[in-house]
């Protein structure tokens, strides 16, 4: 299964994008779907993290400025990123966390689409 991840770009600061994320096929049980994003020089972070049961968390740098938000029916995964500022330049990752019938957690990485904000 491989993840597409389209909606990254370049924008200025107090702009808005929104990422999307689908599957290439149908995951047999998964857990969560997040978004993760690795500036130069840093680890990768957890933004956003949303559970088949509709919980989230955010990252405190993102908190009331990024929305996360999922199509179950299709499992596409969105994240609504308003009031960008510089700092939230990076790659973004989408994952998928999921369980196999014995109840094992393997994760999907998507490839990334790039971020950029200019001040």
């Known amino acids: 299964v491989q993840l597409q991840a389209y909606g990254g770009g370049l924008v200025q600061a107090g702009g808005s994008l929104r990422l999307s994320c689908a599957p290439s096929a149908s995951i047999f049980r998964i857990n969560s779907m997040g978004w993760y994003r690795q500036a130069p020089g840093r680890q990768r972070e957890l933004v956003a993290r949303i559970t088949t049961g509709g919980d989230r968390n955010y990252a405190d740098s993102v908190k009331g400025r990024f929305t996360i938000s999922r199509d179950n029916a299709k499992d596409t995964l969105y994240l609504q990123m308003n009031s960008l500022r510089p700092e939230d330049t990076a790659v973004y990752y989408c994952?998928?966390?999921?369980?196999?019938?014995?109840?094992?957690?393997?994760?999907?990485w998507g490839q990334g689409t790039q971020v950029t904000v200019s001040s």
């Open positions: 994952n998928v966390n999921w369980s196999n019938m014995k109840g094992y957690e393997y994760d999907y």
